[in-house]
């Protein structure tokens, strides 16, 4: 009895599509398992508190780059620390919890900005700001 071999000349063959069906499965459990892992080194019982968020009066100063005044974008008729301090000590609701926005030109003078920060402080504005833009 004569058997054929006929596998010689054939070459085996790896079938992908399981492989890759279960490849995809672990791939997903794992992206699964890992996004709702959370770790924490200590575990705290945080306390608990009902507070109203009190924002605080916030008022624009505006110097522009020869030295002009704007408050709330209304250009001032003289440049000089009294005309700037009684006009921010005239806007409505100033104590030690306003604050100030400074919003000077880059290439005003540096004199200009301490006048500012001195007029507000005279006219009784706790906190001062600077309004910069996010560098490129």
């Not at 071999?5 to 992908?16: M, S, V």
């Not at 080194?41 to 110097?63: D, G, K, R």
Request: proline share 5%; charged share 20%; glycine share 2%.
């Amino acid at each position: 009895m004569r058997i054929p071999r006929h596998f010689d000349n054939e070459t085996p063959e790896i079938n992908l599509i399981p492989m890759i069906d279960v490849l995809l499965v672990i791939i997903i459990f794992l992206a699964v398992s890992t996004s709702f892992s959370v770790e924490r080194q200590v575990e705290v019982n945080l306390a608990q508190a009902q507070t109203e968020l009190e924002i605080p009066t916030t008022f624009e100063l505006t110097i522009t780059a020869d030295g002009q005044y704007a408050v709330q974008d209304k250009l001032l008729p003289q440049n000089d620390l009294e005309t700037l301090m009684q006009t921010l000590s005239r806007l409505p609701n100033v104590d030690t919890e306003t604050v100030l926005i400074i919003r000077a030109d880059a290439s005003t003078a540096h004199q200009n900005v301490v006048q500012a920060m001195q007029a507000a402080r005279q006219a009784g504005i706790g906190r001062v700001s600077f309004a910069a833009r996010n560098a490129p």
